[in-house]
T-cell receptor, first 110, second 116 residues
Framework: GQQLNQSPQSMFIQEGEDVSMNCTSSSIFNTWLWYKQDPGEGPVLLIALYKAGELTSNGRLTAQFGITRKDSFLNISASIPSDVGIYFCAGRKAGNQFYFGTGTSLTVIP | DARVTQTPRHKVTEMGQEVTMRCQPILGHNTVFWYRQTMMQGLELLAYFRNRAPLDDSGMPKDRFSAEMPDATLATLKIQPSEPRDSAVYFC??????????????FGPGTRLLVL
């Protein structure tokens, strides 16, 4: 199926640094969701966004629904070692079709 | 601590055999999702149920895959006949109130399927 363009593909950062990743598509979506997956585990839903321009926070995580409805951004402030994992974006259309990003692998160096 | 449970956790089978994967959603959740994850295709939504009714299964190959919820405590995903390209991790997730800011999704640990 269709996949969203997610970047960067991987990131290596120092503990305490901020992180930014984004997801883009040529299609318009009604909902954007961000997930984190640890090795060998199922994904965990972090943030869901429902309106263009919406900015939502969950602790140190902040995500935005792009104005064009074709993109979304996830920021992590003051990274810590437990932020390590793979972050996926997903776009959902009105008919409940989901499309996932290819993932951003985050490594936090203590 | 309520969790989504999936069985089996691992399955190795031969091409052509039937595979049945089971999921017990968290009690009280009204939405159930089946996802598949592979290295090549990434994460894909296969099917989605709300209040046990199938709402979307457009991501699922209809000729060999079927998803059902015989009751509120059990969701099943069947592959018949299985093919090597079906090898993947299959996740079940359950949740509440999709399309709202109270939306939740909790994933199970997955069934790792290998079709030889």
């Amino acid at each position: 199926g269709q996949q969203l363009n997610q970047s960067p593909q991987s990131m290596f950062i120092q503990e305490g640094e901020d992180v930014s990743m984004n997801c883009t598509s040529s299609s318009i979506f009604n909902t954007w969701l961000w997930y984190k997956q640890d090795p060998g585990e199922g994904p965990v839903l972090l943030i869901a966004l429902y309106k263009a321009g919406e900015l939502t926070s969950n602790g140190r995580l902040t995500a935005q629904f792009g104005i064009t409805r074709k993109d979304s951004f996830l920021n992590i402030s003051a990274s810590i070692p437990s932020d390590v994992g793979i972050y996926f974006c997903a776009g959902r259309k009105a008919g409940n079709q989901f499309y996932f990003g290819t993932g951003t692998s985050l490594t936090v160096i203590p | 601590d309520a969790r989504v449970t999936q069985t089996p956790r691992h399955k190795v089978t031969e091409m052509g055999q039937e595979v049945t994967m089971r999921c017990q959603p968290i009690l009280g959740h009204n939405t159930v999702f089946w996802y598949r994850q592979t290295m090549m295709q990434g994460l894909e939504l296969l099917a989605y149920f709300r209040n046990r009714a199938p709402l979307d299964d457009s991501g699922m190959p209809k000729d060999r895959f079927s998803a059902e919820m015989p009751d509120a405590t059990l969701a099943t995903l069947k592959i018949q006949p299985s093919e090597p390209r079906d090898s993947a991790v299959y996740f079940c997730a359950s949740g509440l109130v999709p399309w709202t800011h109270q939306e939740t999704q909790y994933f199970g640990p997955g069934t790792r399927l290998l079709v030889l």
